[in-house]
DNA sequence: ACAAAAGTGTTAGGCCTACACCCATGA
DNA sequence: TCATGGGTGTAGGCCTAACACTTTTGT
């Protein structure tokens, strides 16, 4: 067995890092998976992730499973919860720490192979791999929570976007309708957006205002903690 | 090396989980710290926990080494972060799942030995071992999100409790002052609290009010969806 | 007597919500 | 011409925040 290099005293559990990878394109919110081509669950889809090298944070691991599996560099993954199920995976004890990512999708070029990761709709998911049905329901209920506290929505659009579009996606995310005036109300009373061009005076009354996220306002806000109400 | 029996393929990082234990004593928060009898850092005072087995959630190990440490018995731990530094512990690599676990302070018999297991005021810890400084930073921040979502401060009060004692510990957490007539209406109005016995009618206006929390309301208000605001 | 704790209510301002009309465009 | 999307403002209600006095008790 001269391939069992690493020994231990005691048993070690394997660790893995998944990730979450979130998009939207304008009405719902996407997720990005690989279909596994080893057993176990060959064949079914999952989460990008795999095993966390003994010399990296399992932010690190992410980053680079994503990359090796999806061709997708992110800047900025995150943990949200660590899976420690006894018998998650049936090859051995594996807990997997779960990162959540947002992606802007008009920043994804075309993905490598369809056949092995795919883009999919909210409400479209394939039953999946292991434990990540759980994982998934647990990442979009991280998501709702964490939209209300910072504007990640702005990670998930382009960087110019109309009000409508924020809209969307709030909507999409929570699961809930808002009233498009107060929308409109809110979001711009709480000084986070800047119109990206004055309306141009040839722009019919048809053509939507574009905003951008104004990242020095945001930066004032969360220094006193704020909170978006819905 | 007869004693390296476990084996594998890949390297696989030691996992522990640490928990830290809030209490109230009706004035501060009350952090449970073990003094470490062995290296590394032995002498310093760290959060209880250890390595998790192989057939064991992080929550199950959390509570046990919570027992095997302090002699504490709780019922629910809840993990909050995983800390994956490369370096965090100077022997291998270890990562961590670290929990939050409230206890009740009345129901804590009193402590073993206080030179192996002692209670710490917020203000007045001293320097951790490990990271464990980090983690309690990442612990006071979780505790001050969830008691805005969750009644959790029933878990660390007496089952009976007067409005200020309640009040007392939302300022001891949030670390802000309230105006006390503003707390009363706002908790009040919660409808989340029942009078724990109708002041008798021998009560002196001095006498306060006791409390106590009513989980039946609080279950209705959860399925809807609550937030205390602060 | 004085300080400390507890009970109690009002007011003003801000925020949330609900709601309607007009214009331009594309089908 | 009709449906759709976008821009815009107001009124009512609720909640929040600020604020003072009285009673009792212990020192």
């Known amino acids: 067995m001269s391939e069992l290099k690493y020994s231990y005293k005691y048993p070690h559990p394997a660790v893995t890092a998944d990730c ?4 939207f394109d304008g009405v719902s919110i996407k997720i990005l ?15 990008p992730g795999g095993f966390m090298r003994i010399d990296e944070t399992s932010e690190e691991c992410a980053k680079r499973e994503l990359d090796e599996e999806t061709g997708l560099k992110t800047s900025s993954v995150e943990q949200f919860y660590t899976f420690t199920d006894v018998h998650r995976d049936p090859r051995e004890r594996v807990i997997t720490i779960a990162h959540i990512a947002l992606v802007r999708l008009s920043e994804v070029k075309g993905g490598d192979d369809a056949e092995v990761a795919r883009w999919f709709a909210q409400g479209d998911i394939p039953s999946l791999a292991f434990d990540h049905d759980h ?6 209920k991280t998501l709702k929570e964490r939209i209300c506290f910072e504007p990640i929505g702005f990670e ?5 976007f109309t009000m409508s579009e ?8 929570l699961e809930v309708k808002f009233d498009r005036r107060n929308f409109y109300n809110k979001m711009l009373k709480l000084g ?6 004055p309306r141009s005076a040839d722009a019919s009354r048809r053509t939507p205002s574009k905003y951008k996220f104004n990242a020095t ?13 819905f």
């Open 20 to 23: 979450v990878i979130f998009g």
């Open 33 to 47: 998976l690989v279909k596994r081509g080893i057993e176990p669950y060959k064949g079914k889809w999952a989460f």
């Open 135 to 140: 994982i998934l329901r647990m990442a979009l």
């Open 156 to 160: 998930l659009l382009p960087e110019v």
């Open 166 to 173: 924020l809209q969307n996606l709030y909507e999409a995310i």
């Open 192 to 197: 986070i957006l800047s119109e990206a061009e």
């Open 217 to 229: 306002k945001y930066a004032e806000l969360k220094q006193k903690g704020f909170r978006l109400e």
